[in-house]
């Protein structure tokens, strides 16, 4: 079956650092790839999302690139702060109506100042 | 923008009794809404797909008959924890899926459960 695979954390920066945090899928033909995030104690929140091969995702400094020839969807941030301290959440959904999303196992940031 | 919303945030109960946990559609009608849970510092897990007007389609190794799940209007589906054991402790979310959008879908906020 489908599944997302995530990086393994914690990742530590220091404010104004880069960040990368990796995720690749499996799924069988096109679906939609997403990245949310989760403040401690606070439900999900869609950061950015892709339905199709070569889009790019972007906001509030976040982006992602659907890259189907590696199955991949890393999200990236040119400079990290405080703020964005947080659990990142990969996920795909087939283009479905009543399909699921499928989770990776999270990545925990923490960036300090 | 589309809001899913769910209630209670927090509850505690004591172990044996059984609770409801609400989520609802705000500001759409919902005919699909899916049900997770997530233990801390893990990844959410789905426990099952709740369709207006019919059974809810529970995934392997969920307890359908522990884990009551009715979805009986476009707005409104609740997840009831029946005879709750401290193990149900957990972070459950709610979400639904924006009718005709392409699989938009919307998170609640998450209920805490705690069993004592």
């Known amino acids: 079956g489908d599944s997302v695979t995530q990086m393994e954390g914690p990742v530590t920066l220091s404010e104004e650092a880069f960040l990368t945090i990796n995720c690749t899928y499996t799924?069988?033909?096109?679906?939609?790839l997403f990245w949310y995030v989760q403040y401690p104690g606070e439900g999900l929140q869609l950061l950015l999302k892709?339905?199709?091969?070569?889009d790019k995702g972007s906001n509030k400094g976040f982006e992602a690139t659907y890259r189907k020839e590696t199955t991949s969807f890393h999200l990236e941030k040119g400079s990290v702060q405080v703020s964005d301290s947080a659990v990142y959440f990969c996920?795909?959904?087939?283009?479905?109506?009543?399909?699921?999303?499928?989770f990776g196992k999270g990545t925990t940031l923490s960036v300090s100042s | 923008g589309a809001v899913v919303s769910q209630h209670p945030s927090w509850v505690i109960c004591k172990s044996g009794t059984s609770v409801k946990i609400e989520c609802r559609s705000l500001?759409?009608?919902?005919?699909?809404m899916f049900w997770y849970r997530q233990f801390p510092k893990q990844s959410l897990m789905l426990m099952a797909t709740?369709?207006?007007?019919?059974?809810?389609?529970?995934e392997q190794g969920v307890e359908k008959d522990k884990f009551l799940i009715n979805h009986a209007s476009l707005t409104l589906s609740t997840l009831t924890v029946t005879s709750a054991h401290p193990e149900d402790s957990s972070f459950y979310i709610c979400?639904?899926?924006?009718?005709?959008?392409?699989?938009?879908?919307?998170f609640g906020e998450g209920s805490w459960l705690t069993v004592v």
């Open positions: 996920a795909l959904t087939q283009n479905q109506a009543g399909t699921a999303l499928i």
């Open positions: 799924a069988t033909g096109y679906p939609s």
């Open positions: 709740s369709n207006e007007g019919s059974k809810a389609t529970y």
């Open positions: 892709a339905t199709k091969a070569d």
């Open positions: 979400s639904a899926e924006l009718p005709g959008s392409g699989n938009t879908i919307y």
């Open positions: 500001d759409f009608q919902a005919t699909t």
